[in-house]
């Protein structure tokens, strides 16, 4: 009778164990599943996987110290930015904050010539929405992550104009911009899928960085660096086999928009020369 209690208490134990053991296995699977946040887990916004970009710690210089020349530019720079809030430069600020969902095809529309959305343009909208976060996540993760600058409405205490996004962004760095980031990478495809409306698409890529001074999330230092992650991640998505074909059906798609007359002409701009 002992014998068989002792065997029926160690089998128990014995099950707890396993059972406990199976269920910490399976609670450390899931986090790691949890964490891993590129195309992998989340394929609609990304194209490639976390190590595929450039380092952005091991290629950008270190946010400026506080002693600094380029650290007064960016204090110039934070004033500056408060003087646009109410003007209609400041709206747009606000609007450029907004790159989840539809936001980013939006923000380039009316530079593109035409509507960027899955009706009309669903190639390249796929091909926006796709490389998203591929420029804002990705290209600016391992900078963000190891210097986790303070980001300026932080540092002055003070609101943004968009106050609705300060409590999630205040424990995310502000160095580089992934904003900026995904704001440049964008313009750059796209203004190689309609070079002739490159001026305005990429004066509408570095407005959007510049919206985020305006605003008071980035220093115009964090600005700076997110152009650079943001050609970074280009350079790298033009190696990526799904980006490479998706970019082809974004092309032929304009081409046939551009042919049927449904694309707006650009801008001619003229370029001054040492005689004019």
Same mark, same amino acid.
């Given at each position: 009778?002992?014998?068989?209690?002792?065997?029926?208490?160690?089998?128990?134990?014995?099950?707890?164990?396993?059972?406990?053991?199976?269920?910490?296995?399976?609670?450390?699977?899931?986090?790691?599943?949890?964490?891993?946040?590129?195309?992998?887990?989340?394929?609609?916004?990304?194209?490639?996987?976390?190590?595929?970009?450039?380092?952005?710690?091991?290629?950008?210089?270190?946010?400026?110290?506080?002693?600094?020349?380029?650290?007064?530019?960016?204090?110039?720079?934070?004033?500056?930015?408060?003087?646009?809030?109410?003007?209609?430069?400041?709206?747009?600020?606000?609007?450029?904050?907004?790159?989840?969902? !539809?936001?980013?095809?939006?923000?380039?529309?009316?530079?593109?010539?035409?509507?960027?959305?899955?009706?009309?343009? =669903?190639?390249?909208?796929?091909?926006?929405?796709?490389?998203?976060?591929?420029?804002?996540?990705?290209?600016?993760?391992?900078?963000?992550?190891?210097?986790?600058?303070?980001?300026?409405?932080?540092?002055?205490?003070?609101?943004?104009? !968009?106050?609705?996004?300060?409590?999630?962004?205040?424990?995310?760095?502000?160095? =580089?911009?992934?904003?900026?980031?995904?704001?440049?990478?964008?313009?750059?495809?796209?203004?190689?899928? !309609?070079?002739?409306?490159? !001026?305005?698409?990429?004066?509408?890529?570095?407005?959007?960085?510049?919206?985020?001074?305006?605003?008071?999330?980035?220093?115009?230092?964090?600005?700076?660096?997110?152009?650079?992650?943001?050609?970074?991640?280009?350079?790298?998505?033009?190696?990526? =086999?799904?980006?490479?074909?998706?970019?082809?059906?974004?092309?032929?798609?304009?081409?046939?928009?551009?042919?049927?007359?449904?694309?707006?002409?650009?801008?001619?701009?003229?370029? =001054?020369?040492?005689?004019?």
């Amino acid at each position: 009778m002992k014998n068989t209690c002792f065997t029926t208490v160690r089998t128990a134990a014995l099950a707890l164990i396993m059972a406990a053991a199976s269920s910490t296995a399976f609670a450390q699977t899931e986090a790691a599943a949890k964490k891993i946040k590129d195309h992998r887990t989340n394929p609609e916004v990304f194209f490639l996987q976390e190590g595929d970009v450039p380092n952005s710690y091991m290629i950008l210089p270190p946010p400026p110290d506080g002693a600094s020349i380029t650290f007064l530019n960016d204090q110039a720079r934070y004033t500056w930015g408060k003087t646009m809030r109410n003007t209609p430069r400041g709206e747009q600020a606000v609007c450029d904050a907004r790159i989840e969902g !539809n936001g980013v095809p939006q923000a380039f529309s009316e530079a593109f010539g035409i509507d960027i959305d899955e009706e009309t343009t =669903p190639e390249i909208h796929k091909l926006v929405v796709g490389m998203r976060e591929d420029a804002g996540d990705l290209g600016t993760r391992e900078a963000k992550n190891y210097y986790n600058r303070t980001r300026p409405f932080c540092f002055y205490e003070e609101e943004t104009c !968009n106050p609705e996004q300060q409590e999630e962004l205040s424990t995310n760095g502000s160095y =580089p911009s992934g904003h900026t980031s995904i704001g440049w990478a964008t313009a750059l495809v796209l203004a190689e899928i !309609n070079p002739e409306r490159q !001026n305005e698409i990429l004066k509408r890529g570095f407005d959007m960085g510049e919206s985020r001074v305006i605003c008071g999330y980035h220093f115009q230092s964090d600005v700076d660096a997110g152009r650079l992650t943001g050609a970074m991640t280009v350079a790298r998505l033009h190696a990526d =086999p799904a980006f490479q074909t998706q970019l082809e059906k974004a092309k032929k798609e304009f081409r046939k928009l551009k042919k049927a007359g449904k694309v707006a002409q650009g801008t001619p701009v003229p370029t =001054p020369t040492t005689t004019d």
